[in-house]
């Protein structure tokens, strides 16, 4: 089974569709110009490549009211679009699934709002866009564009885009999905505009990728989706393909939150494996689009990682960054590159590097300088190398020149250990103890204590919910093959908290006093990055978020990526922390945090707890056998389980445990395993993402 581009979409500060991006791209064109958006005096820099044109009304549904939906949304819409009209389908005539990735969702719009809250404490006006910015997202593009038939939000920094394909390709290989219409989305905001300037990593002219004057990142904004069907699918409706995604692949550099891994270890690996994966070679690749991102740092750190994996035939590969030409998109900037790699591809035609006139020494390479270069492109790598050493690579292919793949059954996934914060400290799997019924339900923050074992040394820079979730993780035993071990995190939002003293800051007193120190631990994938530092885990890593379900969501995105594989071996963990938003929806509100290790190789098979899947239709359920029970888990109700055998065995709500957190779908599968080790046979799980019920199956091995 192949797995085709059929779609493209594209909203870039060039233009506002895909081939007209690429046009100007290929002739050149700057996007660069002083920001209109918001005030920008005692920046670094007063320049970024904005989307001119586009007003969040047009995209909007009739009847729907505006007040929530944001730039974002909008560039998500447009992009989308356009991507399904080129690919001659509409999500209510065929079974299309989604997954958008984004870093700022909502940003732009609530940051007023969000430093406002410290005005009046006592009173927070915590509407859905700041307490779920990025969830809502994903849910205004299937609002405008749907039904579609399962949806997903992921968030890994810059790599977003690369991962949201990477999520999408699993849907499909895994034989999950027969279409996927997969992109990312980010606008501009005063909070990522000002916390770069703060890192000093802005350059005040326009950016000028690996060359030898570079002086730092230029800011973007923007979307691009990219509809992926199997090739039998797309042949029945006798469809062509654009390009074909043969291979994609991710890690963690594990290093620094901002400082990229100076050899470039991880990401040669990614691009290894994202070949690998398209049974191709580095003879077989003639084009790279690089990441390119114009820092001290980032660019020479990407040269060596794309020499190191093409070996010999490197020199003859050509490199190119269009970052130049439209800034960072940040989240978007991932699929934005791999839509323009798939059209390069279609056109045999590659854009230059903008700005680009002198190489640096330490970036040599076989770049593409001034404007397009004719090519006829077998393979071609798309790399996104993100903020917090997240990385992503995507590889492309000319339709039908990589082998075909084999079709795979999805593979057992096992649990291998788990933990939950519970009170004032951290209980695992083994210890059965601490589901004991509580006299009250628990509510509030969680005690300091859980945070106790952690690493001072380590630990200090984290934030509150990065700290639960390293605890959490590290009560279980770490795999000491981190290489491929990874990490799927769920949260319901960023850190509003952080986030608006970060803009309040910056209201009074002016840009210059930003903290450096605080800007990497506001966005959603934060959490991701730090985790996978302090632990040392270098697999694939991504948040992800989900109103009323961020657990929910963790576990599902973990179990369909270890389904397809790789991935080998995740943990799926989800943070709760107590703050602002949990304060406004007091009393019973607690804050949470719990973690599963999940494992879907097959010689684990001999040493797991329980087997842990997704069940989408009731009658594939099992009998209940010995000692069976349900645990409810959000907005859920038992009535879900209809007549099946399963609709008089006992149900238990975790809420009454733990309390109300965005956690407890991974505390219920911790508990659950407990459960199978204790000696029942099958325990059910039935939790909430989205408001629609998803129901787990925990079972003996």
């Known amino acids: 089974m192949r797995i085709w581009v059929t ?100 940003t732009f719009e609530t940051e007023q709002a969000l430093a406002d809250l410290l005005l009046d404490a006592s009173a927070p006006r915590l509407t859905p866009p700041i307490v779920h910015p990025l969830a809502l997202t994903v849910d205004h593009v299937a609002a405008a564009l749907g039904p579609f038939r399962r949806r997903r939000l992921v968030s890994s920094a810059c790599s ?84 074909e995604l043969i291979g994609w692949a991710a890690g963690a550099e594990a290093h620094h939150i901002t400082n990229p891994e100076p050899q470039g270890n991880v990401a040669a690996r990614a691009m290894r494996q994202a070949l690998e994966r398209g049974a191709v070679g580095p003879d077989d690749v003639d084009y790279v689009n690089a990441h390119g991102t114009a820092t001290a740092l980032n660019d020479p750190m990407e040269i060596r990682a794309v020499r190191q994996a093409l070996g010999p035939t490197f020199e003859r590969v050509a490199i190119s960054s269009v970052k130049g030409q439209i800034g960072h998109s940040l989240g978007a900037a991932g699929a934005v590159e791999a839509a323009i790699t798939a059209l390069a591809i279609a056109q045999k035609r590659v854009p230059p590097t903008g700005g680009l006139v002198t190489p640096a020494e330490d970036c040599q390479a076989n770049h593409i300088i001034g404007t397009s270069r004719e090519m006829d492109i077998r393979v071609a790598l798309s790399s996104s190398l993100g903020f917090g050493g997240l990385d992503g690579v995507i590889a492309l292919a ?145 948040a992800t978020s989900s109103q009323g379900g961020s657990g929910t969501s963790c576990l599902r995105t973990a179990l369909e990526l270890l389904a397809a594989g790789p991935p080998d071996q995740l943990f799926a963990g989800s943070v709760d922390p107590w703050g602002m938003a949990a304060e406004a929806d007091a009393p019973g509100r607690s804050e949470g945090a719990a973690a599963v290790l999940l494992d879907a190789r097959s010689e684990a098979s001999d040493k797991p707890l329980a087997r842990l899947r997704v069940v989408e239709d009731l009658d594939e359920l099992a ?79």
């Open 623 to 701: 009998a209940p056998g010995l000692a069976p029970h349900v645990l409810l888990s959000g907005d859920v109700h038992p009535s879900f389980l209809g007549v099946s055998p399963w609709s008089d065995v006992p149900t238990q709500r975790v809420e009454e445990l733990l309390g109300r957190n965005e956690s407890v779908a991974v505390a219920a599968v911790v508990l659950a395993v407990g459960s199978i080790v204790q000696g029942s046979d099958r325990v059910l799980v039935l939790a909430a993402e989205g408001g629609e019920p998803i129901l787990f199956v925990v079972e003996r091995p």
């Open 7 to 106: 779609g493209i979409g594209i909203v870039s500060p060039l233009a506002p569709d895909s081939r007209s991006t690429m046009d100007r791209l290929c002739r050149g064109d700057r996007a660069f110009q002083r920001v209109t958006l918001f005030d920008v005096d005692g920046q670094r820099t007063e320049i970024a490549a904005e989307v001119p044109n586009v007003r969040v009304g047009d995209v909007v549904p009739p009847g729907v009211d505006p007040a929530y939906w944001s730039r974002t949304d909008a560039f998500a819409i447009l992009a989308a679009r356009e991507a399904l009209a080129e690919a001659k389908l509409t999500p209510a005539d065929a079974r299309i699934d989604l997954v958008v990735g984004t870093t700022t969702g909502a």
């Open 398 to 542: 000319r339709p039908g020149y990589a082998p075909e793949p084999d079709e795979q059954a999805p593979r057992t996934v096992w649990v291998r250990g788990g933990a939950v914060a519970v009170s004032n400290e951290v209980r695992t799997i083994a210890d059965p103890a601490w589901a004991g019924r509580p006299s009250e339900t628990p509510s509030g923050p969680l005690g300091d204590g859980i945070i106790d074992a952690l690493d001072l040394s380590r630990s200090r820079r984290l934030a509150r919910a990065e700290r639960l979730l390293a605890a959490v993780i590290g009560a279980v035993d770490v795999p000491t093959d981190a290489a491929s071990t990874g990490l799927v995190v769920g949260k319901p939002s960023g850190n509003p908290d952080a986030t608006s003293r970060f803009l309040d800051r910056i209201r009074t007193r002016g840009p210059r006093f930003a903290s450096p120190a605080e800007f990497p631990n506001l966005m959603l994938s934060s959490l991701a990055g730090h985790v996978s530092i302090y632990h040392r885990l270098e697999g694939l890593a991504l």
């Open 160 to 243: 977003t885009g690369a991962n949201a394909l990477t999520l999408a390709a699993s849907w499909l290989r895994g034989g999950r999905s027969e279409r996927v219409l997969a992109g990312a989305c980010d606008s501009l905001c005063r909070l990522t505009f000002t916390g770069f300037n703060a890192l000093g990593s802005l350059d005040p002219e326009p950016c000028r990728p690996f060359d030898a004057s570079r002086g730092g990142l230029g800011l973007g904004e923007g979307a691009a989706f990219l509809l992926l069907e199997r090739d039998d699918v797309a042949r029945a409706r006798g469809v062509e393909p654009i390009a």
